[in-house]
């Protein structure tokens, strides 16, 4: 299933920045350097388990649950 990446960064984003535009641009920051360029995925990006799981440890580093 292609798009789950997108989803997951959506939603860590979404969690942490909670509609706030300067931390949106903050969390996506941070989230580059942690290895992450959240501009880089679509909808039709494939998922890659590396990638998932990068993200499940950035949001436990943020303090975020995601589904």
Do not use: Y
Not at 46 to 53: A, S
Request: positive net charge; proline residues 6%.
């Amino acid at each position: 299933m292609a798009g789950k990446i997108k989803q997951q960064l959506d939603a860590l984003i979404a969690e942490v920045a909670k509609n706030n535009p300067i931390l949106v641009n903050t969390t996506r920051t941070k989230m580059i350097l942690k290895g992450i360029n959240p501009n880089k995925f679509t909808q039709d990006s494939p998922d890659d388990p590396v990638i998932l799981e990068k993200l499940k440890d950035i949001a436990e580093a943020f303090g975020v649950k995601l589904r």
